[in-house]
């Protein structure tokens, strides 16, 4: 099983992620992780922290020579935004925010919450999941994250080649497919920012050369389309998880839904063997399992939940009415949440990965790649 926790807290010493499961004898490059650690800080709309923190990964443990050891691996991104102790506690619950929920759960501070419950947590997530990559793309697997709304303006492209996508991506300083509509975006968040006030979106995940049969149909809990929603849902901020048609599929007749099967021996050598579908409503996923198709994740990420202009509270202190307390955010981190929901989607793939492949080794891994494959072209 691959798998991995998280320990830190916004303003504390550092943040950890502890991967345990991964497979020996794959080559680490955590310039990679850094890339995925610096693209989560920016996006156009970001707070002032983006500026204080520089994140970069620092492997503790589980790497030798470059190379996966088989044995746990601990990943630090260090917070130089270090002030915990010098921190006071927060009287006046925050909206939207696990502020007076948890003082409540927990009997304690607020603060004892929002430091753990912050969206910082996320850094060492996106490390697991940008290390988990690597593993992916060993064996040809490709996964692309990107914005498709925001503030309520729809920003998709027509879907192309991943390469082209992500060129067009990476052109955006929103993390759109369609870079020419920055400058609207940017002029919808500064008016944002001016009126005191936060912007939310959709995000989207695309990932490309999965093989059939990820994932199972045999139990609820294993099957892959449900511990990917899991796992986006429990990123801070996201209200709501599609795959493929998504919520569309319930307004549709089944013929305008399910796609049909196209069987091409010309393209046996691929991922889907050659059975070929000229729609992808399904999403790439079917009873739980992978179904050779590129598999489409969705994400709705809610406005941040600080507000520069607060809404009303209750003081805990004195019971009395007042507005929420305010520490620094962000206008918009719908460019972030794409970041985070794509690593976040693809340590899950990585985790069916190792589960149908073995994670012993990628030796190991890639002679059980090949004779799946080997076998499946016969069925």
Same mark, same amino acid.
């Given at each position: 099983?691959?798998?991995?926790?998280?320990?830190?807290?916004?303003?504390?010493?550092?943040?950890?992620?502890?991967?345990?499961?991964?497979?020996?004898?794959?080559?680490?490059?955590?310039?990679?992780?850094?890339?995925?650690?610096?693209?989560?800080?920016?996006?156009?709309?970001?707070?002032?922290?983006?500026?204080?923190?520089?994140?970069?990964?620092?492997?503790?443990?589980?790497?030798? %020579?470059? /190379?996966?050891?088989? $044995?746990? !691996?601990?990943?630090?991104?260090?917070? =130089? &935004?270090?002030?915990?102790?010098? @921190?006071?506690?927060?009287?006046?619950?925050?909206?939207?925010?696990?502020?007076?929920?948890?003082?409540?759960?927990?009997?304690?501070?607020?603060?004892?919450?929002?430091?753990?419950?912050?969206?910082?947590?996320?850094?060492?997530?996106?490390?697991?999941?940008?290390?988990?990559?690597?593993?992916?793309?060993?064996?040809?697997?490709?996964?692309?994250?990107?914005?498709?709304?925001?503030?309520?303006?729809?920003?998709?492209?027509?879907?192309?080649?991943?390469?082209?996508? %992500?060129? /067009?991506?990476?052109? $955006?300083? !929103?993390?759109?497919?369609?870079?020419? =509509? &920055?400058?609207?975006?940017?002029? @919808?968040?500064?008016?944002?920012?001016?009126?005191?006030?936060?912007?939310?979106?959709?995000?989207?995940?695309?990932?490309?050369?999965?093989?059939?049969?990820?994932?199972?149909?045999?139990?609820?809990?294993?099957?892959?389309?449900?511990?990917?929603?899991?796992?986006?849902?429990?990123?801070?901020?996201?209200?709501?998880?599609?795959?493929?048609?998504?919520?569309?599929?319930?307004?549709?007749?089944?013929?305008?839904?399910?796609?049909?099967?196209?069987?091409?021996?010309?393209?046996?050598?691929?991922?889907?063997?050659?059975?070929?579908?000229?729609?992808?409503?399904?999403?790439?996923?079917?009873?739980?399992?992978?179904?050779?198709?590129?598999?489409?994740?969705?994400?709705?990420?809610?406005?941040?939940?600080?507000?520069?202009?607060?809404?009303?509270?209750?003081?805990?202190?004195?019971?009395?009415?007042?507005?929420?307390?305010?520490?620094?955010?962000?206008?918009?981190?719908?460019?972030?949440?794409?970041?985070?929901?794509?690593?976040?989607?693809?340590?899950?793939?990585?985790?069916?990965?190792?589960?149908?492949?073995?994670?012993?080794?990628?030796?190991?891994?890639?002679?059980?790649?090949?004779?799946?494959?080997?076998?499946?072209?016969?069925?």
């Amino acid at each position: 099983m691959l798998r991995y926790w998280t320990a830190g807290e916004s303003h504390g010493k550092t943040l950890l992620a502890m991967v345990d499961g991964f497979p020996a004898g794959l080559p680490i490059n955590t310039e990679l992780i850094d890339v995925e650690l610096r693209r989560r800080q920016g996006g156009y709309g970001r707070g002032g922290r983006q500026r204080i923190e520089t994140d970069r990964v620092e492997v503790l443990t589980g790497i030798w %020579k470059g /190379q996966s050891l088989g $044995s746990p !691996i601990a990943l630090q991104v260090v917070n =130089r &935004d270090y002030k915990l102790e010098r @921190l006071d506690d927060l009287d006046r619950p925050r909206p939207g925010h696990g502020d007076l929920t948890g003082a409540i759960k927990f009997l304690g501070p607020i603060r004892n919450i929002l430091e753990r419950a912050s969206a910082r947590e996320t850094a060492v997530r996106v490390a697991a999941g940008a290390l988990a990559r690597q593993l992916l793309e060993h064996f040809g697997i490709q996964t692309l994250g990107y914005v498709v709304e925001l503030g309520g303006v729809d920003v998709s492209a027509p879907a192309g080649p991943l390469a082209k996508q %992500k060129e /067009q991506r990476d052109k $955006s300083e !929103i993390y759109s497919l369609a870079p020419a =509509r &920055d400058a609207e975006i940017k002029t @919808l968040i500064d008016d944002t920012r001016k009126a005191g006030d936060t912007l939310g979106g959709v995000v989207e995940v695309r990932v490309e050369g999965l093989p059939f049969g990820l994932g199972t149909h045999t139990q609820w809990d294993l099957k892959l389309d449900g511990r990917i929603a899991q796992a986006v849902m429990a990123v801070q901020a996201i209200k709501g998880v599609e795959i493929g048609l998504g919520f569309e599929a319930a307004r549709r007749v089944g013929s305008q839904v399910h796609d049909p099967i196209v069987y091409d021996a010309a393209q046996i050598d691929q991922p889907h063997l050659g059975y070929t579908r000229p729609t992808n409503n399904a999403g790439g996923l079917e009873a739980g399992m992978t179904n050779g198709q590129p598999l489409i994740v969705r994400a709705a990420k809610k406005p941040i939940s600080t507000l520069a202009q607060p809404l009303g509270s209750v003081n805990l202190k004195t019971k009395t009415s007042d507005a929420a307390a305010y520490e620094r955010s962000d206008v918009c981190a719908v460019s972030a949440a794409s970041v985070i929901v794509e690593n976040v989607v693809a340590f899950e793939v990585a985790a069916a990965l190792v589960e149908k492949f073995g994670n012993d080794s990628i030796t190991e891994m890639e002679a059980r790649w090949r004779v799946f494959h080997e076998l499946a072209r016969k069925r």
